[in-house]
């Protein structure tokens, strides 16, 4: 409704301002008898300039009260909108019920993340400190810790799952000697490169079959040509990624116990042979699970942590200084090939070992 044509006039004039190549539909009522209160002219106005920061929506005014819905197209434009929207008090003596620009959607809701042996930069927009924290955590528990350039900007409304897929999408990053990494529009996206043919297995399987629902994976990691390094430490590393390759699973389904028959007793001997090659380096035991028994309550994280540390107790035993191994557990969380495969009973359910970089 409009009071006179002169208002009608100015209202169209400042809508047309805001689409200039664009259509302005006039469907307005003239109505005399409007009330003084809010004066037209600025509560309008304010209502056009709200209308303006978003990409798509609708703004409408119910006397004094302000009610919008829609999306913005980036970060900048849901700050704007959320400052105006906070200014207090607000034009015309208007009242907004609402948290902000936290009515509104960012879309697309993206998350960018890139990777190498100088640290990782994050860019983009995350939902709530929680998620900020958790990604944080990630980094600072591998080899990039403290090498950390956060430029995101907390922006409510992410798409569900997006936190799952952020942190799915950040701690296979972090496995990579470099890379890149994003989440948009229910897509995440992971390039890079690695020295292990066991890492990019990992990594590609793990981004297509770890992800929430509505969300798919384009994951291509290629195999380093130069810049791997042939230092005692990474010779350590190609022989014991082999020796996993070759000799995936050491305990009977569903135990921790290592029967030391001529066949596992051979491969404990062979990784403490390649582990004394490298006398100074770290060497961190990884067990891991297939998804057998998950359905019925089956703890298999805890389970793959228990074989690892029975690996690490065996190495111990064949003289491998305690001080230099650690033990983690990933359960069914880094499969080599996707779960439910033929495969996968034999190469998901195995131990490997990561020596540190």
């Not at 999306?71 to 959320?82: P, T």
């Not at 105006?84 to 960012?106: C, K, S, W």
């Amino acid at each position: 409704m409009v009071r006179d044509e002169p208002a009608r006039a100015a209202l169209l004039e400042q809508a047309r301002r805001l689409v200039p190549s664009g259509a302005v539909t006039d469907e307005m009522n003239l109505k005399s008898d409007l009330r003084a209160e809010p004066d037209y002219g600025e509560a309008t106005g304010f209502a056009l300039e709200l209308l303006g920061k978003l990409k798509r929506g609708s703004v409408t005014l119910m006397g004094t009260e302000l009610a919008l819905s829609g999306e913005v197209g980036d970060g900048q434009a849901w700050r704007d909108l959320d400052a105006a929207l906070r200014r207090q008090p607000l034009p015309a003596g208007l009242t907004f019920r609402g948290d902000g620009a936290a009515v509104v959607a960012l879309r697309p809701y993206v998350l960018s993340l890139a990777a190498d042996r100088t640290g990782i930069t994050l860019t983009g927009s995350i939902p709530d400190a929680q998620i900020r924290e958790a990604l944080l955590a990630l980094v600072e528990a591998s080899p990039l810790k403290g090498k950390v350039a956060d430029e995101t900007q907390m922006v409510p409304g992410a798409p569900a799952g997006f936190a799952a897929a952020a942190r799915m999408a950040a701690t296979n990053l972090l496995r990579l000697d470099f890379g890149t990494a994003s989440v948009a529009e229910g897509l995440v996206t992971l390039r890079g490169l690695t020295c292990r043919e066991l890492i990019r297995s990992e990594v590609e399987t793990s981004a297509s079959s770890g992800l929430p629902s509505g969300y798919r994976a384009d994951a291509a990691i290629g195999l380093r040509q130069t810049g791997c390094v042939v230092d005692p430490p990474a010779t350590c590393q190609n022989d014991l990624d082999a020796l996993t390759k070759r000799n995936t699973v050491l305990f009977a389904q569903g135990t921790t116990v290592v029967t030391l028959d001529p066949a596992t007793e051979r491969v404990i001997g062979e990784a403490s042979a390649i582990l004394k090659q490298c006398p100074d380096a770290r060497i961190t035991i990884e067990g891991h699970a297939n998804s057998d028994g998950e359905r019925g309550g089956f703890n298999n994280l805890d389970l793959s942590a228990r074989r690892a540390l029975r690996v690490r107790d065996e190495l111990v035993r064949r003289g491998i200084d305690p001080a230099r191994l650690e033990t983690r557990g990933f359960g069914v969380e880094r499969p080599l090939v996707p779960h439910g495969s033929p495969e996968a009973k034999p190469m998901n359910r195995r131990v490997q070992f990561t020596v540190a970089r």
